[in-house]
């Protein structure tokens, strides 16, 4: 089950950050992909917030540290 929700989380986003990238604009590969891996990070902690259900409160004790 946790491999089932890993892969469909991971093309959820592949999609999402396909769209988020403009290489239009005077960006290097590196800036790209750490800006990928921030989105990521900041969608994975969301969707773990609301799996647990934490409160806005918790939340923000939690990035607080």
């Not at 750490?34 to 939690?62: F, N, P, S, W």
Request: glycine share 4%; aromatic share 12%; net charge positive.
């Amino acid at each position: 089950m946790k491999s089932l929700f890993r892969n469909m989380a991971f093309r959820f986003f592949k999609r999402k950050i396909q769209g988020n990238f403009s290489f239009n604009k005077p960006e290097t590969q590196a800036q790209q992909i750490q800006r990928a891996i921030d989105h990521l990070k900041k969608k994975i902690d969301e969707l773990v917030y609301r799996l647990y259900g934490l409160t806005d409160e918790e939340i923000k004790i939690i990035e607080e540290n």
